[in-house]
């Protein structure tokens, strides 16, 4: 089963993308967490065939019916304290404007799964891609650097 993005559409404030194969997104508070949310779909089912089948990995289908009662994803409100992803968070937020990958993440935390928080934290709309990359010291790939989105900078 093929995975491409069909479509991303706007509803009140959220979006939700939907994939080739009948995933749907949770409602993600930016265009560009739907598409992120999307992604981590794709790669959770090329590495994981069995959930490509879409009955698996969709959390409650929605629909585009505006009248319906919509369930923002959990990631949509600001952390709470004491939470992983809270730490994650504020991480970033002392490293602006230089923003920290995902490696240094996890070595300045020492939390396990802080790419998931992070990723949580992409979906919220609540981090985002700077749009640079840093090279790691032990490998010759290049990491993504992740900020603050314009929303996280305003909250506190
Ligand atoms: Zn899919």
Same mark, same amino acid.
């Given at each position: 089963?093929?995975?491409? %993005?069909?479509?991303?559409?706007?509803?009140?404030?959220?979006?939700?993308?939907?994939?080739?194969?009948?995933?749907?997104? #949770?409602?993600? =508070?930016?265009?560009?967490?739907? $598409?992120?949310?999307?992604?981590?779909?794709?790669?959770?089912?090329?590495?994981? #065939?069995?959930?490509? /089948? =879409? &009955?698996?990995?969709?959390?409650?289908?929605?629909?585009?019916?505006?009248?319906?009662?919509?369930? =923002?994803? *959990?990631?949509?409100?600001? #952390?709470?304290?004491?939470?992983? !992803?809270?730490?994650?968070?504020?991480?970033?937020?002392? *490293?602006?404007?230089?923003?920290?990958?995902?490696?240094? %993440?996890? $070595?300045? %935390?020492?939390? !396990?799964?802080? !790419?998931? !928080?992070? $990723?949580? %934290?992409?979906? &919220?709309?609540?981090?985002? /891609?700077?749009?640079?990359?840093?090279?790691?010291? /032990?490998?010759?790939?290049? *990491?993504?650097?992740?900020?603050?989105?314009?929303?996280?900078?305003? *909250?506190?």
């Amino acid at each position: 089963m093929s995975h491409e %993005l069909k479509s991303v559409w706007p509803t009140g404030k959220y979006y939700v993308a939907e994939c080739s194969c009948g995933w749907q997104s #949770p409602l993600i =508070p930016s265009h560009y967490g739907a $598409q992120v949310a999307f992604k981590n779909h794709r790669e959770r089912a090329q590495n994981d #065939p069995q959930l490509s /089948d =879409p &009955g698996k990995d969709m959390l409650g289908k929605f629909h585009r019916d505006p009248q319906r009662t919509e369930q =923002p994803a *959990a990631e949509d409100t600001y #952390p709470r304290t004491g939470t992983q !992803r809270l730490r994650v968070l504020n991480a970033i937020r002392q *490293a602006e404007p230089d923003g920290l990958t995902d490696r240094e %993440l996890q $070595q300045n %935390l020492r939390i !396990r799964r802080a !790419r998931t !928080r992070r $990723q949580e %934290l992409v979906e &919220g709309g609540w981090v985002e /891609d700077s749009g640079r990359t840093r090279k790691l010291e /032990d490998t010759k790939n290049k *990491a993504i650097v992740w900020v603050l989105s314009e929303r996280a900078r305003k *909250a506190s």
